[in-house]
């Protein structure tokens, strides 16, 4: 019973949180596979053409589940006879979180151009523009004002003494990043040299920053992300490793993303496509330990991660944190027959 009890007063503290406060943006464990959410200026930086699905389920060993999905697409516009281009992206997300259904949406136009500064070496900027749409609903909403205190019982007839301008609201978006892009042209094989590809990048979401809250006007958080990623051969072998790192800011927040996967490339046969397998961890500073598998054929990746909670939540959620699946298509294929450079 007292379990339940702080259950129920951690998920009220958490909705609460986000009402009251300048509430900070969601976050997703692979941010690899969901570039955009990193930095706009990623949009065309690794492929002619990405598509990119995920899914997030978070928290629903301690409340009702924050349910997050995304969905983006860049690809390249025009490429110089020097090597530059222009690239554009657009992204979509949903964030459905706790008792009270607070939704937000969010859309966002990017571009970018992407700079040749030599062979296989990028340097990118980006802007994005779009809008963020929140909404909450108040029907289930339990306040301390509607507690007997001395029967410590909750009493839905008791007033809240809340009150809110509104339950929807719409703000206008932007921000803007750097990247550096670095490609080797060796590819994944025995027969060929050491292979380094990699990103790295610094951005700024929110440079406008939107007005966020039911019932204040204070302003949202610009959110400051450095990054790094990429794959590493390991000599002449199909082997790699594939370090990432991220870092964010925004107001008082802070997180910090460290992972590393180990990856095997199934060699190709002639004529046909061939793949890869990766399983990692990545560590989310005071947060969790995750689990990872990346599964790649083709065009095609999919991968899974599990979050096993390592915070002061960890006895009420009995270590269980967040399930997430992502799905991705590229062109022109990594893997397909008759390639023969790899990529990040």
Do not use: C
Not at 175 to 200: D, E, M, R, W
Not at 247 to 263: H, I, R, S, V
């Amino acid at each position: 019973m007292k379990t339940k009890k702080l259950s129920a007063t951690i998920a009220s503290a958490l909705v609460a949180s986000i009402i009251y406060t300048k509430a900070q943006d969601v976050h997703f464990t692979q941010t690899q596979y969901f570039p955009l959410t990193l930095n706009p200026a990623m949009a065309g930086a690794n492929y002619a053409i990405s598509g990119n699905l995920i899914y997030r389920n978070q928290w629903k060993a301690v409340a009702s589940p924050y349910r997050t999905f995304g969905l983006s697409a860049d690809g390249r516009i025009k490429k110089s006879p020097k090597g530059h281009f222009f690239a554009g992206g657009i992204k979509f997300f949903s964030d459905n979180s706790g008792d009270l259904s607070l939704k937000t949406n969010d859309v966002t136009l990017n571009g970018a151009y992407h700079l040749q500064v030599q062979k296989g070496q990028y340097f990118g900027v980006g802007i994005y523009a779009g809008i963020i749409q929140k909404s909450i609903n108040l029907n289930n909403a339990r306040w301390g004002s509607q507690y007997d205190q001395v029967n410590l019982q909750y009493d839905p007839n008791r007033q809240s003494n809340e009150s809110f301008s509104s339950t929807s609201f719409i703000v206008p978006d932007a921000g803007l990043g750097f990247t550096y892009t670095y490609k080797t042209q060796g590819a994944f094989s025995s027969k060929s040299g050491p292979l380094i590809n990699f990103n790295v990048g610094i951005s700024a979401f929110h440079v406008n920053m939107p007005a966020n809250t039911f019932i204040t006007k204070d302003k949202t958080y610009i959110r400051y992300v450095a990054f790094g990623n990429g794959d590493i051969g390991i000599g002449k072998t199909n082997f790699a490793v594939s370090p990432l790192i991220v870092f964010q800011l925004q107001g008082p927040t802070k997180e910090l993303l460290a992972g590393l996967y180990g990856k095997y490339i199934f060699a190709k046969e002639k004529g046909q496509s061939g793949g890869s397998v990766a399983i990692g961890s990545i560590y989310r500073n005071k947060d969790a330990v995750t689990t990872n598998i990346v599964l790649e054929y083709d065009s095609y990746t999919i991968g899974f991660s599990y979050d096993i909670n390592i915070s002061q939540l960890k006895t009420i959620s009995r270590g269980r944190g967040a399930m997430e699946v992502f799905l991705r298509y590229v062109l022109p294929s990594p893997y397909g027959p008759g390639s023969s450079r790899s990529r990040i």
